[in-house]
């Protein structure tokens, strides 16, 4: 037998080890204790910027806006470090998706002292929320939103024919509506602020800002009008007929995990949505 000593482990690693659990993980009271306190947080910091922009609240209360605003970028930055520090591949974490917006979520303070306003691009801190589906546990429910995601990706060259179609057809209402009605001072000053008008009418919007007055003006808008209330629909169709499609697509995948027995599984998916095992 070896008289040689065993390795006292690192304290140092056994902080990291424990600080990575902690920031990276919510299986530990203490995770989970950490991760409803950060979703708060993001939550009160992200309302001290709505109110700093009422300008009535910002008048009475800018200097305790300002120091809560500083107070939280400041939580933030270290919480940030953090992550990066005790990472098991930091740059891995740099470039993941919640890693960018961390960094996001600091960036706009630190650039407030060079460029006034952009302390308002905080609001960005609010992406931060998507983490409650890993604390709360909401993990499966992603599923159904890859669904809606599929169907959106799946439609998106029907629906970017339809959009070219519809800003030809602005393009020539819009043109119309400024030879019929650009000497009667009715708002149609020049083809482009006739475009804008023949879109706010065209998606039944209806601002009111600009109006025709001519008989053969009020003609041609009855006709964007009437015109509005079909096209709608056509985005509406091809979303729902791709959704139904995406649906059948998943409940024709039943593979069951050998793990967790789980069968309801994306048709595309390799791994099992609840416990990570390889599917068959």
């Known amino acids: 037998m070896s008289d040689k000593p065993a390795a006292t482990p690192d304290p140092k ?3 990291k080890e424990r600080t990575w659990n902690i920031l990276f993980m919510s299986d530990t009271p203490a995770a989970k204790l950490f991760d409803v306190v950060l979703l708060w947080v993001i939550g009160a910091s992200v309302l001290v910027v709505m109110l700093e922009s009422v300008d009535s609240f910002r008048e009475r209360h800018l200097t305790a806006l300002r120091i809560a605003e ?48 952009t302390h308002y691009l905080m609001v960005v801190r609010v992406l931060r929320l998507l983490r409650m589906f890993r604390v709360l546990k ?9 669904t809606i995601l599929n169907a959106l990706i799946r439609s998106r060259h029907k629906i970017g024919v339809f959009l070219f179609g519809v800003m030809t057809v602005v393009c020539v209402e819009g043109t119309f509506m400024y030879l019929l009605e650009h000497d009667q001072e009715s708002g149609f000053d020049n083809i482009p602020q006739s475009i804008y008008w023949a879109i706010v009418t065209i998606t039944t919007v209806g601002y009111g800002d600009i ?29 729902t ?6 649906l059948a697509a998943g409940r024709a995948d039943r593979r069951r995990c050998r793990e967790c027995g789980w069968d309801k599984h994306d ?11 390889a599917l068959d």
């Open 211 to 239: 109006a025709p007055v001519t008989v053969l003006g009020k003609m041609m808008a009855s006709v964007i009008m009437l015109t509005g209330f079909a096209i709608i629909a056509v985005p509406t169709g091809i979303v």
């Open 241 to 246: 007929a791709e959704f139904g499609r995406e």
């Open 70 to 117: 500083w107070a939280f970028t400041g939580a933030f930055t270290i919480e940030y470090l953090l992550r990066l520090y005790v990472a098991r591949n930091p740059w891995s974490y740099f470039r993941s998706f919640f890693g960018i917006v961390d960094l996001i979520s600091i960036l706009p303070t630190y650039l407030e002292l060079l460029l006034t306003g």
């Open 13 to 15: 690693d056994n902080w």
């Open 267 to 277: 048709i595309r998916a390799r791994h099992c949505n609840q416990c990570g095992s």
């Open 138 to 146: 909401m993990v499966q429910h992603l599923g159904e939103a890859s």
